[in-house]
Structure formats: C-alpha cells, structure tokens
C-alpha cells in the first residue's frame, strides 16, 4: 500500500495545475492501493475550503474519494462519519476529532458552539462543553 500526501489529493479535486492533475489522474488509476492517515483528509478539507470550495462541493469530493475501489484510508469508517457529520453542519475538524473519540464516554471542549451543534446531533460520545 502506498500513502498520499494532502498535495496529490488536492491537485486532484481541485484541477489548478493540469500537469500534477493529470498525474495524480494516472496514480489512482494505475490500479495500486492507495491510503492516507486522517489527517492527510483533515488538511485536505483545510485546502479545499481556503481556496472558497463550497462545503457541498467539499464533501462531493470527499465522497468520490472515499469511493475508489484502490482508495483506502486509516480509519476510513471514522473518516466517513466526519464527513456525515461535516454535511449537517459540524467543522470537519471538530467532526473527525469526534469521530475518532468513538467509544469515550465523552469529548470535552472549551467551544460551546460545537458543544452545542454536537448536543443537537445527539453526538456519540457527547461533547460537552467545560464551564
């Protein structure tokens, strides 16, 4: 199994160098496996979203990504659930640090605005916010 870097990733969904494009086109096609650690996806989110993609367009392409048949992220199955969760409002950041804490009894934050989305959620672990 071969590791992506963000780089690779991002000239492939965003298309603003052609060259690299069509060279990260050819690696995920050239039927190796391919994987990444979470937080290749979490700076990739961070790319995606300075260079003003729509958080629609964002997890569209996220999606197509998890997708590939040779695309096999660490902890894919988190990943997937921070992206469910980025689509209802959540930061992904936020959302992938939830995901992660799968099976905690809870998160604890100083940010009560995530508290408060993941609290409307009904999030697993709870995030709660420390006063």
């Known amino acids: 199994m071969i590791a992506l870097d963000t780089n690779i990733l991002a000239r492939?969904?965003?298309r603003d160098d052609e060259q690299q494009y069509r060279k990260a086109f050819k690696l995920l096609g050239d039927g190796r496996d391919?994987?990444?650690p979470p937080t290749v996806i979490?700076?990739?989110v961070w790319v995606l979203s300075?260079?003003?993609i729509p958080k629609a367009d964002i997890a569209k392409g996220?999606?197509?990504l998890l997708g590939l048949p040779n695309f096999k992220p660490h902890q894919?199955?988190?990943i997937?659930?921070?992206l469910s969760l980025y689509e209802t409002g959540l930061d992904f950041a936020d959302a992938l640090h939830l995901s992660l804490s799968d099976g905690e009894d809870a998160l604890l934050t100083f940010d009560m605005r995530f508290a408060g989305r993941a609290e409307c959620l009904a999030t697993t672990p709870p995030v709660q916010s420390v006063d």
Do not use: I, K, S
């Open 34 to 36: 391919y994987t990444t």
């Open 80 to 82: 997937a659930v921070a």
């Open 42 to 44: 979490l700076e990739l």
């Open 12 to 14: 492939l969904l965003l």
């Open 62 to 64: 996220l999606r197509g």
């Open 76 to 78: 894919a199955a988190e």
């Open 50 to 52: 300075t260079h003003d």
